[in-house]
């Protein structure tokens, strides 16, 4: 038998429909309602035509090997409360088509309420399966698991169903295949990718580093004499951060540039103290994209502070130390929009270097160790679209420890090679929605300098440089290059 609907609405109701050997539904609109009782079509064969939409009211068995090429939707029944997302198809026989359909997961309740297609027999084919809820949307966290699908799993094609789109907001949908029982049960969960999220925590980090710098970065090993100087640099960050089940990259570009200067010196205890004062300005471009998804979210920093700082050399040793106030505004470019909120931070440093010469024919080879301590304090701060939102710590504190060996030569070009050992004693993590996404690899730190030292241009104005490159775990890595001048009175 051939049942035409020539576009228009037919409802199948009040009765169970028995046909002989085939039943098609070639276009128009298919009501499956029988006044909230459970309706039955009987048939050798049923067939939802390409053009044809199938509209589930109620639950509704279709006895017969069923074939769709069209649209199967699970609707609410006239006069029903909204959320009723809770209707069965059963199918009993074999199960096959290339079409659609669209069905309904209530993820704010718990348990979870949805529909579902029971399969008696196999499953083949590639359907795509449509998520759709009533006034909550997909936008809502949920750890539970719902069951969409299920048939015999001999015989069956375990790629029969797909979801048509995943992402919805910060939320990501999984369907996978679970055995169980001779069944083959297409199963539904939810992962937070949060759009952004990692921008959030390479903002942390990156708030951290930008203006952090040594004593030789600063001064070049510069005599204490007064003057004005000034270092920018340029730097190329990739990490990985982590959750509990995803993994997002982060691609990030800074950009720095730091103006100072040395208001007085004076002598103490047989040594020189100076001190003086510097600006912070720096920029920070982020990539991040969670891996298995597509698109990739975009962040931008600015950074503006004020620092003060002091030096004591004796003899071959030296003691560092600055401190630094800074803030940052950050735009989080999401799909609503652009997202604004501010960071601040607070950073102290305290260095302690020495120098050993040893003669190497007729010149000198200059061996320094350092140890530094870095403490930072970022207070916390809220993102609009994330609440909940939470830095893991406040506090941090880095150590680098290293040797720099340096060539003193007749001229005024010293070249050198810096070996650091940085390691970071804290996390830098956020938590949100209960979960954990945690900058990998940052821990411990290989860190390699090459550079000269204080090369005369003119009279009283010096210039120094280097490139660097941080290496940690995870496809941690850290590229930059990095020049200061400065000019002497």
Request: proline residues 2%; positive net charge; aromatic residues 12%.
């Amino acid at each position: 038998m051939l049942l035409v609907a020539r576009n228009a609405d037919w409802t199948l109701s009040d009765k169970d429909f028995k046909f002989g050997k085939t039943v098609t539904f070639e276009d128009g609109r298919i009501h499956l309602n029988k006044n909230g009782q459970v309706g039955n079509i009987t048939s050798g064969t049923i067939t939802n035509g390409k053009d044809a939409l199938i509209l589930v009211e109620t639950d509704y068995a279709l006895n017969g090997n069923f074939t769709n090429e069209g649209n199967i939707h699970f609707v609410s029944e006239p006069n029903s409360p909204e959320d009723d997302t809770k209707k069965n198809l059963t199918i009993n026989g074999n199960y096959s088509g290339n079409g659609a359909i669209k069905m309904r997961v209530n993820v704010e309740k718990s348990p979870i309420t949805n529909d579902k297609v029971i399969i008696s027999e196999t499953a083949t084919g590639n359907t795509k399966i449509e998520l759709a809820n009533g006034p909550v949307g997909l936008k809502v966290r949920t750890r539970e698991k719902a069951t969409l699908v299920e048939a015999k799993a001999e015989g069956s094609n375990k790629n029969a169903f797909s979801l048509e789109k995943s992402s919805f907001g910060p939320y990501r949908y999984l369907l996978s295949t679970v055995n169980e029982n001779g069944k083959i049960k297409w199963v539904l969960e939810q992962r937070f990718i949060g759009g952004g999220v990692g921008n959030i925590v390479s903002a942390l980090s990156n708030s951290q580093q930008l203006f952090a710098h040594t004593y030789y970065d600063r001064t070049g090993a510069a005599k204490n004499d007064q003057g004005v100087w000034v270092r920018l640099g340029h730097q190329r960050k990739e990490s990985q951060i982590g959750s509990s089940d995803s993994t997002i990259t982060s691609n990030s570009t800074l950009s720095h540039l730091q103006i100072g200067y040395d208001i007085g010196s004076f002598a103490f205890k047989n040594g020189q103290l100076s001190y003086g004062a510097y600006v912070n300005y720096g920029t920070d471009n982020t990539k991040t994209q969670f891996i298995g998804e597509s698109e990739k979210n975009r962040s931008k920093l600015k950074g503006y502070g004020l620092g003060l700082y002091s030096s004591y050399v004796k003899d071959n040793w030296y003691l560092d130390g600055w401190l630094s106030y800074n803030k940052f505004s950050n735009k989080l470019f999401t799909e609503e929009g652009i997202n604004k909120y501010d960071m601040k931070a607070l950073q102290a440093s305290a260095e302690l270097g020495y120098q050993y010469n040893i003669p190497v024919g007729s010149q000198q080879l200059a061996i320094k160790p350092q140890w530094q301590l870095i403490y930072t304090y970022i207070p916390n701060f809220d993102v609009a679209g994330f609440d909940g939102l939470k830095a893991e710590n406040r506090h941090y504190l880095t150590s680098r420890l290293g040797v720099r060996l340096n060539l003193e030569t007749a001229y005024q070009f010293k070249p050198f090679v810096e070996l650091n050992w940085i390691y970071n004693m804290k996390d830098t993590a956020i938590n949100l929605e209960d979960e954990k996404f945690k900058l990998e690899g940052n821990r411990h730190l290989k860190e390699v300098k090459v550079g000269f030292e204080r090369l005369g241009l003119a009279k009283n104005a010096y210039l120094w440089g280097q490139v660097l490159g941080r290496f940690g775990t995870d496809k941690y890595r850290e590229y930059a290059v990095q020049a200061g001048i400065s000019y002497q009175f």
